[in-house]
């Protein structure tokens, strides 16, 4: 009790002294662990144990951490505007099913209850799942404090929490390690507080040559690059030093792709951009090159120069360019070759079927994206943008501005298969054929 008061602030330690009864000194008690500030979790420590709130879609609202013990407890961090956290749920749910009473996960989200049971019920992807959502949630974010998302926190069956990882760890055989109790060699994502006004490289000021005439100014100009840096997210940065008379460009954690991206902005679409390089794994994160994190770690880099603040933004960039194609061995290249592509095109029976396609109502534009509703533009921004390993598609259906904004049916890509998409298009009158065009390419060479 002595230390309770020491810690206590003036007006609680009075409030204390006027209490002559029990139960208002456990409310007290009660009132002042509640305003304790929430402590940051570490790997291998135990989760202090606490009630989780806000439950929906669970079979009770209200809950002790400790009501979990025994089971490996996974908290899938994001929220309902997060496309990507939206998109793992399924697998989320199917290995909730698949380990059944061995494990819990849960979608937590910082959103009110409210707009939690209006996304279960709305989303086309999270009306067709089953995983508990915390909603409102404040305490869990500052147990495991995280910037980015999706992010996963592991709380093992003993109330340790034993990892932080990005979700492409959350697998049934990692899983199955753990509770197993074998060891597991993930990634852990770990976040520090970063500088960015800072330089990337510290240089020892004593070995700088002083300024011998008071009427010259101090120079110190730079560029350079180094491997990963752990614990920031993907971040650039300009920072302009009026009194030093610099320009500081930083890419941090950045891949060479998305340095090239950044510098020369190719826009063109994925299916016309090549990588003609020895080594692709190296250039751009793919799926089938096993987890991000690893890969990033491997294959993200931090590049910055400090240059002279009298040059031109034109200037500028052309020492940066310089800079990447030398310290990289990689150089941008555009081109025109002929490429077999897709093209989309009415059909003889065009008219007939188009009819197939939905009016525009408020009511469908409001759940455009939870129905997975296209437009014949989102259905070519599919083709070109977001399915991999497509050829160049090119929309020659020529419609009337009406008949663009009209919607498809829901979902109606899913698939990279010609012959699926085919069929499908053909629904609508419209005909999918593969031909030959020359198209403009965007091409990485290391030769």
Not at 321 to 345: A, M, N
Request: hydrophobic share 40%; net charge neutral.
């Amino acid at each position: 009790m002595i230390f309770l008061i020491k810690t206590l602030d003036t007006t609680l330690f009075l409030l204390l002294l006027k209490m002559n009864t029990m139960n208002n000194l456990v409310a007290l008690l009660l009132f002042y662990s509640a305003s304790v500030p929430q402590k940051e979790v570490k790997i291998g420590e135990r989760v202090p144990d606490f009630v989780i709130r806000n439950i929906i879609n669970y079979k009770k609202s209200e809950i002790r951490l400790s009501d979990l013990k025994g089971k490996l407890v996974i908290f899938d961090f994001g929220n309902t505007g997060c496309a990507s956290c939206i998109k793992l749920l399924p697998e989320m749910d199917r290995l909730q099913k698949q380990f059944g009473d061995k494990i819990q996960v849960f979608f937590v989200i910082p959103e009110s209850k409210e707009r939690g049971q209006e996304f279960l019920k709305k989303n086309h992807i999270a009306r067709t799942v089953s995983i508990p959502v915390i909603t409102g949630d404040s305490i869990l974010l500052k147990k495991f404090p995280h910037t980015f998302i999706p992010f996963e926190s592991w709380v093992d069956k003993d109330g340790k929490l034993i990892a932080r990882t990005d979700p492409d760890y959350v697998t049934a055989a990692n899983i199955q390690s753990v509770l197993d109790n074998r060891k597991v060699d993930f990634v852990m994502q770990f976040e520090q507080l970063y500088d960015f006004q800072k330089p990337l490289l510290q240089l020892d000021s004593s070995i700088i040559p002083p300024v011998y005439n008071k009427q010259m100014e101090k120079k110190l100009y730079y560029s350079t690059v180094t491997n990963h840096l752990d614990g920031v997210g993907p971040t650039y940065k300009l920072v302009v030093d009026s009194t030093a008379k610099t320009v500081k460009f930083s890419f941090i954690n950045f891949s060479i792709k998305m340095m090239y991206d950044d510098v020369w902005h190719p826009n063109l679409p994925p299916t016309q951009q090549i990588m003609d390089v020895a080594q692709p794994d190296r250039i751009e994160y793919k799926k089938a090159y096993g987890f991000r994190a690893e890969w990033n770690q491997k294959n993200t880099y931090c590049y910055e120069s400090v240059l002279p603040l009298s040059l031109t933004d034109e200037e500028r960039l052309a020492r940066i360019k310089s800079d990447l194609t030398t310290y990289f061995g990689i150089k941008p290249v555009r081109e025109q070759r002929e490429l077999e592509c897709w093209v989309l095109r009415k059909a003889a029976d065009f008219d007939d079927k188009w009819k197939n396609a939905l009016p525009v109502t408020d009511e469908l534009k409001a759940h455009q994206k939870e129905d997975g509703l296209m437009t014949i533009n989102t259905a070519m921004g599919y083709l070109n943008w977001n399915a991999p390993g497509l050829p160049p598609s090119f929309n020659e259906l020529n419609l009337s501005k009406e008949q663009s904004t009209q919607f498809f049916l829901k979902n109606l890509f899913t698939t990279s298969d010609y012959d699926t998409i085919r069929k499908k298009l053909s629904e609508y009158g419209i005909a999918l054929v593969k031909e030959k065009r020359t198209v403009d390419l965007y091409i990485l060479s290391d030769h």
